[in-house]
Every structure is written in C-alpha cells, then in structure tokens.
C-alpha cells in the first residue's frame, strides 16, 4: 500500500491532509491563529541534522547523523518556525496573490517537514519506547497545529480571493486543491463548531497513534512457541531453522516461535499438517488483540468510530464515509459499495465451490471434521497440487529476494520504461537490513534514490507499504526519495531468502507505487506523485503486478537458486493454470474487509454502534459474508489500515484500484503489450500527472474509455 507518513496524508507546506485536521479557539472576524512563541535560537541547535537540508544526494536523510534525541527539538523548533510563516502569510497587508499566498504555503515548514517525514517512517519501520512515547506525546501536538492552518480564517480567505486566471493549468489545480481541502476540513465552520473540532481530532490523532502502538505489541507479543519441531512437521527445514531462530532471539533457546504476519491468514498455516498446530497459530492471529489485556484494541476502536462519526456530522455530512470520499474518485459511499457488490456477489458464490472442493479432501481423507479457517490453506493447497499438480514449495526455490528485485522488477521497469538502477553501498540506512539504490531515466540521467526493507521484525509495523523520503518538486529543485517496506520472513544466518509467489506479487505491488514516485514531474509538491485520492493511488501499483508472469520477465529472474536454471516451462505452465485457482476465498475476503470497513464508517448514529466483534458480525451477515470458513483479510481489532492508518472509510480504494488497472492491462495487451511506446505513454498519461488534474479524464486519457469491471471479473475468473 500507498503509506501516508504517520497514517496522515503530508502536504508540502502544510505538514499535515485533512485526515487529521484540527482547529483552535476562534472568534469572529480574527485569525484563527494565536501569537506564536518565540522561536527559539537556531544556533542552539546547530548540531541537529534537522535544521539544515542535508548533504547527502537529494537530501537523502543522514541516518549516521540522526539520534532519537534529535526529533523532539527540532519539532519544538520547526513548529513555532512554521506557525510564524502560516502568520505572516495569513496577515500579509499586501492583496492575496497565487505567489504571496499558496507558493509561500508550498515552501513553509522546512524543518518540521524534514523531521516528521523520517520521524514517521521510522515509527513505522523501525521504533523503539523512545519514539513510541514521543509519537504518543506529539500527534495531539501536530493534529492541533494542523487546525492552526486549516482554520485560519484569514488564511482561508486569501485562498478564496486568489484567482485562477492567468495561471497554469497546475496553479489551478493547486488553487482548488487547497480550496477544497481547507473546506473538508472545517474552513468555513462557526467558532463554536470549530472549537468542537478542535477536541475531537486531538483525541482521533492520540487515539489512533494508541492504536498502532497496541498493534505493534500485541503482534510481537502474540508469535506461537512450540516446544517440539515435531508440531511443526511440513514446514521446510529453513522454516524451523527461522523459528529456532526467532525463539532465541526471544530468550526461547531450544524453542520454535512462529511470529505473526499483518493479515489474519498466516503463510505457514498452508504447510503445517498438524491440525492442532495449525489451530493455535490462526488464533494466535484472529485474538492477537482482544485478550483483554493492555494490547486489547476494542476499546480504542469503539471510540475511533464514535469520535470520527461526530468529526463528520459537525462538518455537516450524515457519516464519516460521506465526509472522506467528497474527494476520491468514487466521490460517494454508495458508489464504492455498488462496485464491491458487483464483485462480492461471484466471490461468495465461488468460495461456495471452493470449499465443496476443501471438504470433499477432507471427506475422502476421512479427517471427521468440518473445514474451519486454520484448514482452508493447507487444503486448498491439496487441491492445488490435485488439479493443478502445483507445489509453492516446488516453486520457491526459484523465487530468491534479490534476484526477484534485480532480474525481475528492476528488469521489467527498464523494459517498459528504459530506467535502469545502481546499488549504493555509500548512502547511510536506519537498518543493517535496508539496502539503497540509485535510478537512473531512460536519457541516463540520474531521477532517484530507491530504498528497500525486506525484512520483518518486531520493531516494525505488519503489511508492506512505500513512502517518500523527498517528494519531488520543481519549486523547491527536489527529487524522490522513496523506500518501499516489506514483512517477508527473514532467513537463518547463511541461507538464502526465498519467497513465495504471493510475496513476489507484493514486490511488484509496492514497486509500482515507488515508480509512481519516481515519475512525479510537478511543480509543486502537494500535487506530486502518489498524493492522489486513495482510490487511484493503488492503481499503479496493482498494474504493476502484471509483469511478474509476463514470459519474458518472469524466465529472467525465477532462477534456482543453486543451479541459477531459469524455472521450467512446466512449471511456468502451472503458475499460469493456477492463476484463477481460490480467487473466491481471496477475493471473498478482501471484499468483506473493505465492507466491514464501510459499515463502521457509515453509521448514522451512536446509536448503531456495538462492541467491536458484534458490530462485525453483524455487518458480514449483512453484506452476504456468512462462509464460517473464510474469514475476512483483516479483522476488526487488527484493522491497522483503517484504525491506525490512512484508509478509514477507503478499504475498498484497492479494488477500485484494481478495476482500473485490470481493464488498462487488457488496453496495454491489446496495444502491443510490455513495449516501450505502451511505457511511455502509461508514464506521460498516469504516472507523471500526480494530482495536477482530473484523474478519471486521466485515465481516459490513456485508455480513450472509461473503466469497465468485466476485465477485473475475468481475471479473477468469475466470468469467461
């Protein structure tokens, strides 16, 4: 997924999107903003690598230089830095142009910038009690800043005098884009209700900030110790090796910890045959954080959705999920959950079959039980190798980390897009496992730097996501900095790191959006790249994952990796049959994911709210989702996208997403398929746009219709 930097959308300029927008005490007629507080000497903090850009290329951060003593200064500084610019700007006696008002906007709060953009990354990558206490401390402290912006009326009012003729088409869009976001943000509120706002988004941002960190720790705390390798006869000998690891590493030597990954399913579950085995690991997942203990979620997701109900009906609209989609492309909730019904409807009626199929193996193995969720992978595997005689432990082999990312998404970029990558030993990380590149465009000329953090810890956050280091700009002379996070199981000291096809699709995913990055070519950076509405921002990224079984590309880099033999075509053959194979279960539970998603973010009133797993209960059976056996992605008290992250009331984003980049692959294979001319016009048409226009004309632009859902329906088998 696309990362906002601390779960909130980062404006340049502005620090912080709407997402956690909040006011302070106004009165009629006044600046919203009070008289800041001195700021403090810079030479007091002469030694901090925050005050100053850094000197490394394109002010890639200096990872050897920074401490975790560092960031509370430089957000002390940097806020009241950046509240007398937002001042002087709001107060400016001179007429309000596009130059003394949105551009002096776009160049505001260097410092504070700079800190929180590494600040956020790390919190989520690589956090320690230090800045977990620190970003308890200050999300309150950033969300109230935020309103000191957003709820300046003498700011908003500039805004609303700027304008558009005589500019650019990308000032225009800058101009509404600010317009708008200052209005969903309360802009235009009364005093009374602003002060409401500003109480209710303090608590949201301490709330979900509480809510990672509980996630965080009840993952760590929630791995499964087994005593005895005999319980975990069908994983691989490296598998156990990794959890002997893990064990030790835990203070368990002698044991075998199996550690939680982000979804509810867990990879092992599809190989561990003993049943009981396989039971304590997937509740170890589904419970990991309602045990009534200090990692116990519910609570703080109860009041998440009671707050962020009241944040919307103060901002006059009926919901929450009405309030944060005026801005997305589906504009409304009922558009995003017609196009999830379209799609439900044939994945319910599919994962039916799929688990007749499940039950039947079971049956004839006379296992006398019914398929339960700990039973569905390991089963379906069975299946698999049955009709497909497909074994992902017969394909791994040839799914090497770095020979995936080199020969395999590195290779395909430069043959859709001519860029090619040098690995950098020099530049400094933030850990031993991070490793750099440099991109280099089609011309030769240097566009990036590129990190990568494959591997999964307990310091940091489930799932897999890109982020900006630098956002690119061509008022402030930025380019990309990107990294791209992984969770993929860290091997034995001395073996290699071999990944599952599931995790090579997440290579290409989260690739795509480093690419959609990478290709920013705006003006201002609050347009650039990946900050797009959430229901577009992953379509580069799923389109992205249609090369990994591009011919070409994937005999590149499925090599063994002992024999360095590019995978048999019998297999390739395989991987190709099986491409539709439990595409119910799968799709099933993305779309009960996304709907449980909405209905919390669509009630209407408090008093539709209920404890958390009966709230949930009762929306599945609601939306059709009654298959005891297939449970849904995520489940609510470790719903980090939603709770903890930037997509409340957006789950859906990743199929909308997806029926963009399903109907645009079967436009780019009709058009001549991974050729440069199809490269360089998905680049000019969709990935260089970034924010600076319509997006769905965008997509027409590249495609000449609109997007039609029967290629996605295809893809996943549903329909011939």
């Known amino acids: 997924m696309k990362k906002n930097i601390s779960s909130i959308l980062l404006m340049s300029g502005l620090v912080f999107g709407v997402t956690s927008c909040t006011t302070m005490k106004n009165t009629q007629n006044t600046p919203a903003a009070e008289t800041p507080a001195p700021i403090p000497d810079p030479a007091a903090l002469a030694g901090n690598p925050f005050m100053t850009k850094s000197k490394l290329q394109y002010e890639a951060p200096e990872f050897d230089k920074i401490r975790d003593e560092h960031f509370e200064p430089a957000f002390e500084y940097g806020l009241k830095q950046h509240l007398s610019e937002i001042n002087k700007i709001a107060n400016n006696p001179a007429t309000p142009t596009f130059e003394n008002t949105l551009v002096a906007l776009e160049k505001s709060g260097e410092v504070l910038k700079r800190a929180q953009i590494v600040f956020f990354n790390l919190t989520g990558s690589n956090t320690n009690p230090t800045l977990q206490a620190l970003e308890e401390k200050y999300s309150p402290i950033f969300a109230s800043h935020s309103d000191k912006i957003y709820l300046n009326e003498n700011l908003y009012k500039r805004i609303l005098a700027i304008k558009p003729t005589g500019l650019d088409s990308e000032s225009q869009r800058l101009l509404e884009y600010y317009k708008q976001n200052f209005e969903i943000a309360g802009a235009n509120l009364s005093p009374a209700q602003k002060e409401q706002l500003k109480t209710l988004n303090q608590e949201l941002a301490t709330l979900a900030t509480q809510f990672s960190n509980k996630l965080l720790e009840a993952r760590k705390q929630g791995g499964v110790l087994f005593d005895n390798a005999k319980d975990l006869e069908g994983l691989s000998s490296d598998e156990i090796a990794a959890a002997a690891a893990a064990a030790k590493t835990a203070g368990q030597t002698g044991k075998y910890l199996l550690v939680l990954q982000n979804t509810t399913q867990q990879p092992l579950l599809q190989n561990l045959h003993n049943r009981e085995s396989r039971e304590r690991l997937f509740k170890a997942s589904w419970l990991r954080a309602e045990k009534g203990d200090a990692n116990d979620t519910r609570e703080v997701v109860e009041r998440l959705a009671k707050l962020r ?6 901002l006059g609209k009926k919901s929450y ?31 039916q079959r799929e688990l007749k199929d499940i039950q039947d193996l079971i049956d004839s193995q006379k ?9 569905w992978n390991y089963y379906a595997e069975q299946v698999r190798k049955a009709k497909f005689d497909l074994d992902e432990n017969e394909i791994k082999p040839y799914f090497e980390v770095t020979t995936v990312l080199e020969k395999g998404v590195f290779y395909a970029a430069e043959k859709f897009y001519g860029i090619t990558f040098k690995k950098r030993n020099d530049l400094p990380v933030y850990h031993p496992d991070v490793v750099a590149y440099e991109v280099f465009d089609r011309d030769g000329k240097s566009l990036a730097i590129y990190y990568l953090d494959f591997y999964t810890r307990d310091s940091k956050n489930g799932g897999a996501w890109m982020s900006n280091f630098v956002e690119q700009s061509h008022l402030l002379g930025t380019k990309p900095v990107i990294v791209n996070c992984f969770n993929y199981q860290k091997p034995a000291p ?12 997440t290579m290409f995913h989260e690739f795509g959006h480093s690419i959609h990055g990478m290709f920013a070519d705006q003006k201002y950076s609050s347009l650039s790249g990946t900050n797009v509405p959430r229901d577009f921002v992953e379509f580069p990224s799923q389109i992205n994952e249609h090369f990994a079984l591009e011919p070409e590309i994937l005999k590149n880099y499925a090599l063994h990796y002992e024999t360095k033999k590019p995978i048999p075509q019998i297999l390739v053959d395989k991987i190709r049959k099986a491409a539709t ?11 009960s994911a996304a709907m449980n998603d909405m209905e919390w973010h669509s009630i209407t009133d408090e008093s539709q709210l209920k404890p958390v797993l009966d709230f949930e209960k009762d929306a599945l ?18 719903f980090a996208h939603i709770w903890g992250g930037g997509y409340s009331a957006g789950y859906y984003a990743y199929i ?13 294979k009709a058009h001549g398929g991974v050729t440069r001319a199809n490269g360089d016009r998905f680049r000019k048409e969709i990935l260089s746009v970034g924010n600076s226009k319509d997006l769905n004309q965008a997509y027409r632009d590249f495609t000449g219709r609109n997007p039609d859902i029967k290629p996605l329906l295809r893809n996943r088998g549903f329909i011939k």
């Open 621 to 638: 059976v609601k939306n059709g989702f009654i298959l005891s056996a297939v449970p849904p992605r995520y489940h609510t008290p470790y």
């Open 656 to 668: 909308w997403s997806e029926t963009l980049d399903s109907d645009a692959w079967e436009w780019i």
């Open 309 to 314: 109900l009241q944040k919307a009906q103060i």
């Open 367 to 375: 296992g006398g039980f019914e398929a339960a969720p700990w039973d």
């Open 581 to 591: 194979f439990n595409q119910g279960y799968m799709t099933s539970e993305l779309v």
């Open 494 to 505: 001395g073996k290699p790191s071999l990944i599952s096809y599931d995790d090579v699709s």
């Open 321 to 351: 999920a009405d309030w944060k989609l005026q801005d997305q492309m589906a504009k409304t909730p009922d558009a995003a959950k017609n196009l999830m019904r379209q799609l439900a409807t044939p994945a319910i009626e599919t994962a």
